[in-house]
């Protein structure tokens, strides 16, 4: 079974202008119309079993509504992260009702959201998420068509999970379309989660061999950033990655993501959530 744990969808009635300013905006290419059913079918061509959604809240307004889509999405074959504004924070009350609907974990994106990740008046959120068992997954490095500074880079990260290392912390992008060096020296080899979402096949392979090898297969999982990349051809990239065992590979597209997630890594959690 597989799952890409990092997928973007929008609501179908501003999907197609959303993905047109991002592809505008980024210079990048859409491989799917953004919407719940243009992704329900790049997962049948790909072959993928569950997809994760990972919404942002660019405004602290935003946030009842896009939780309340989010919610309504969620059915067999599509998960999806829980959002918050970092400037008007959830309770602990809130966060525990959230991961009792099933929303294990928040996406943030330090760029979009206006905070530095390692900004200390952060901390006592990530120790909240942390203290309700639920885990960050942080946009990473540089995101194209927006401007510096970069808010997420892999050493702000490697403060943050310095500082409070109960939080999980999964990391975009592996550490950062771009800063792969810095990911090299800041990140590799701690306990932190790295996602392969749209630099899987872009990154040199010198990096990517020395990622997959010197990270632990237990702390990277399997993403596309779709429709920033096509799916079907993620999955049959990593599923070719000759220097992978099949166990890691095992780990990295499924069981690793079915824990973050809460799922019983047995398959009958995730064979429910699938059907």
Same mark, same amino acid.
């Given at each position: 079974m597989k799952i890409d744990f990092h997928t973007h969808i929008y609501p179908d009635h501003v999907a197609r202008q959303t993905v047109f300013t991002v592809q505008q905006r980024a210079g990048i290419d859409a491989y799917s119309d953004g919407t719940l059913e243009g992704l329900k079918r790049s997962m049948t061509a790909a072959g993928i079993d569950l997809s994760v959604i990972a919404a942002v809240a660019t405004k602290p307004e935003q946030v009842p509504s896009i939780q309340r889509w989010l919610t309504s999405i969620r059915q067999p074959g599509i998960?999806?992260?829980?959002?918050? @504004?970092?400037?008007?924070?959830?309770?602990?009350?809130?966060?525990?009702?959230?991961?009792?609907?099933?929303?294990?974990?928040?996406?943030? @994106?330090?760029?979009?959201?206006?905070?530095?990740?390692?900004?200390?008046?952060?901390?006592?959120?990530?120790?909240?998420?942390?203290?309700?068992?639920?885990?960050?997954?942080?946009?990473?490095?540089?995101?194209?068509?927006?401007?510096?500074?970069?808010?997420?880079?892999?050493?702000?990260?490697?403060?943050?999970?310095?500082?409070?290392?109960?939080?999980? #912390?999964?990391?975009?992008?592996? =550490?950062?379309? =771009?800063?792969?060096?810095?990911?090299?020296? @800041?990140?590799?080899?701690?306990? #932190?989660?790295?996602?392969?979402?749209?630099?899987?096949?872009?990154?040199? =392979? &010198?990096?990517?061999?020395?990622?997959? &090898?010197?990270?632990?297969?237990?702390?990277?999982?399997?993403?596309?950033?779709?429709?920033?990349?096509?799916q079907r051809k993620e999955i049959h990239f990593f599923l070719q990655i000759p220097f992978l065992s099949d166990s890691d590979k095992e780990k990295i597209c499924f069981s690793n993501a079915a824990q973050l997630l809460g799922l019983d890594t047995k398959r009958k959690d995730v064979e429910r959530a699938c059907q």
């Open positions: 998960e999806a992260m829980a959002v918050m @504004h970092p400037a008007d924070p959830l309770s602990s009350e809130q966060m525990r009702a959230l991961k009792g609907e099933g929303f294990r974990g928040f996406k943030f @994106h330090p760029d979009y959201q206006g905070f530095f990740v390692d900004d200390p008046r952060m901390y006592p959120l990530y120790e909240a998420i942390a203290a309700e068992g639920m885990f960050v997954l942080f946009h990473a490095g540089m995101d194209r068509g927006l401007p510096c500074p970069i808010h997420a880079t892999p050493k702000r990260l490697a403060t943050v999970h310095k500082a409070i290392p109960e939080l999980t #912390i999964i990391a975009a992008h592996l =550490g950062g379309e =771009g800063a792969y060096e810095e990911t090299a020296e @800041h990140l590799l080899g701690q306990n #932190i989660y790295l996602d392969t979402s749209f630099v899987l096949r872009r990154m040199p =392979g &010198k990096f990517r061999e020395r990622f997959f &090898k010197e990270h632990r297969a237990d702390r990277l999982v399997f993403a596309s950033d779709s429709p920033w990349t096509d």
